[in-house]
């Protein structure tokens, strides 16, 4: 029976050195910004991916924009996922090139949305995500999500970045996609923000992190474990829970 795992990367499967916690000897790091480490996970992360990869369709499904998405190292730990889901749904790159079919679909789904330059103009702010969603620095303005809501959009603010989204711009959507392309019997998903809250809802079953936003946020669901550790332990956790998910029952 084949199984497609989807999976959020950052905070879910790779942390930046600031989410990581207490960070072990050999940990594996897969981006540097700015002499920065942003995406650690440990050996033990590392090897459960590849399992992952070699035993079920492993679909990494994140907001990271294709070029933020190409410039973790993932070819560093010998793995190539077939698909990849980056833009929040909005792009799904297929052997690393952005499927036309899809981003076909998905501009016919965000025509139902009040237009891209509409919602910049209210935010201030031109810094798009390959075309598909906003994002913007500093505080959240009045009113921002009752205004957006009204024209089909959503927002999602952490800290001083706030995300500006279609609402029918969904991880779950591509992820569907891919499994209809497939055929996958299963799926499993992993991740931690409330951007995942619909690919996790989506899934047979999924796995969250104790340490992460959605749970914070007060998100459950009994088809979704939470991990007991933190940070880069929740990492192995979560890679290690998925490939337990593997196994037929
Ligand atoms: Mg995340």
Known sequence: MTTLVATDLDRTLVHSARAAGTVPDGVVCLERRGGVATALLTPRTAQRLVALDRRAWWVPATTRTVAEYERLALPRLGVAPRYAVCANGGVLLVDGVPDAAWSAEVARRLARSAPLPEIA?????????????????????????????????????????????????????????VRRRTGAARLLAAGDSPLDADLLAAADAGIQPVDGRLYAAGWRADHVAVTSGRGLAAGEEIAAWLLRGLRPR
Do not use: I, N, Y
């Open 121 to 177: 103009r209210r935010l201030g702010t031109s810094r798009d995500a390959d075309g598909c969603f906003l994002v913007a620095r500093g505080a959240q303005p009045d009113g921002l999500a009752a205004w957006c809501a009204e024209r089909g959009w959503r927002v999602d603010a952490h800290r001083d970045k706030v995300h500006v989204l279609p609402v029918a711009l969904t991880k779950s959507a591509a992820v569907a996609e």
